[in-house]
């Protein structure tokens, strides 16, 4: 029954036959009765409400881009030539920067919250929260540094090694607070004995 194809196409009746007067207007009839083309409006109101809305969020994003920013009333400000200007903090540079300083920040807060303060380590608290404050000072004093000369790797590191020096801190302070403790247990059981 398998026939080759190749002997198909040699018999030559195949080659010159004609097709019928006609068929291609009657295929394209056809093909239109099956397959009609809708014809589109030449004015498209969801194109140009497309365009419109495309044109409003471009031109809200530039005007944003290009604000100059105002001054914030929690934060501290500069003068520098008669311009105050907003300190500058790492979150602003880069993303990665302010993941960075967001999980030293929360580090820092979570570490105070879990801290009790008693009367017996009222004095070493305060020493630790002194040392604190002045940090905290000096990483002011530094956001306004950057502000003032633009971002420098310098000022960068010196701003992050803060926030680290100032989690050591909280973490030497845990540990001293500790060791206070089994201390004064030690020397209540001892009491007891």
Known sequence: MAQDIRELFKDDKIAYE??????????????????????????????????????????????????????????????????????????????????????????????????????????????YLSQLNELDKEYERLSLELTASGPSELTINALIDNLKLRLNLLYRLKSQLKELSTSDADAEGVQSI
């Open 18 to 127: 004609k097709m019928p007067d006609n068929h291609q207007n009657r295929f394209l009839k056809k093909l239109d009765e099956a397959f009609p083309v809708k014809k589109t409006p030449k004015f498209n109101w969801i194109k140009v409400a497309a365009s419109v809305a495309v044109l409003l969020g471009l031109s809200f994003g530039a005007l944003k881009y290009f604000q100059i920013p105002s001054v914030i009333d929690d934060k501290p400000a500069t003068i520098v030539d008669n311009q105050t200007l907003e300190p500058i903090t790492l979150g602003d540079i880069s993303p990665g920067l302010k993941k960075v300083e967001d999980y030293y920040l929360a580090s820092i807060n979570l570490e105070l919250s879990k801290m009790a303060y008693t009367p017996e380590t009222k004095d070493l608290f305060d020493g």
